[in-house]
């Protein structure tokens, strides 16, 4: 796909959606990049450009309406750097952290930042129950995000300990997120949170997305997030 059929079919996704984009040649640069990257290792099991467009771009700016320019975000689990680096193409102010487990996959988003030439933003290797601890990082952020496939009480621990006062948590959900939800109430109210709203729609009258917004109404105990897998293991109760 060349630049003017990726901007073409990028653009209509966007209007259909409702979503309003800028920098489109650096969401081609960075598309390109990261499959050229995927020859190499597995970052993404998309390889289709107008599916990664769709699937990639379209559903992480699903979230843009519930962001500020100068939030400052974290994308925990971010993988290929989605929802996080979408975000920061379109709000150049955001000052955005991305982490990952996954080295290899943080090494890869460190050259597409570099590529990209992408200011206040970084991608660091840990895990998010490690980074909560770091007082630079705990209760620091205006929003943390994951687009994730954690369970919501599991996501929830490792996404509250991260948000400051008045801050959000937005989790990224599928259909039949209702019953996830709801067991995952009372975890919430622990860790210091209320849900907020959701929001429900479908990208392209296709894919179901709801839009869990979580608000952070009081501080989060410093024993969360467990350590030793506890979040997946022993999910809060």
């Not at 996959?105 to 206040?120: C, F, G, M, T």
Request: with cysteine.
């Amino acid at each position: 796909m060349e630049y003017d059929e990726f901007k073409d079919f990028f653009n209509s996704e966007a209007l259909n959606n409702n979503i309003e984009i800028k920098n489109q040649k650096l969401f081609f640069k960075y598309m390109k990049l990261l499959l050229d990257w995927n020859e190499k290792i597995n970052v993404t099991a998309i390889k289709n450009e107008k599916e990664f467009i769709v699937k990639h771009f379209i559903d992480s700016l699903t979230i843009s309406n519930f962001i500020k320019e100068n939030d400052r975000v974290i994308d925990v689990g971010t993988g290929a750097g989605f929802p996080g680096i979408p975000l920061k193409l379109i709000y150049e102010d955001l000052n955005i952290t991305l982490i990952d487990s996954v080295n290899k996959k943080v090494n890869v988003l460190n050259n597409i930042i570099s590529e990209l030439k992408l200011e206040n933003i970084e991608a660091l290797h840990i895990r998010a129950e490690e980074l909560a601890k770091d007082k630079r990082y705990r209760e620091q952020f205006d929003v943390a995000i994951s687009r994730a496939v954690a369970n919501m009480t599991t996501l929830v621990e490792y996404l509250l300990p991260f948000v400051k006062i008045s801050g959000k948590v937005i989790c990224m959900k599928g259909p039949n997120y209702e019953e996830e939800l709801e067991n995952s109430r009372n975890a919430i109210k622990i860790l210091g949170g209320i849900v907020e709203n959701v929001e429900k729609f479908k990208i392209d009258n296709e894919i179901e997305r709801n839009i869990i917004i979580i608000k952070k109404i009081k501080e989060t105990s410093l024993k969360y997030p467990r350590g030793q897998n506890k979040p997946i293991i022993n999910p809060l109760k």
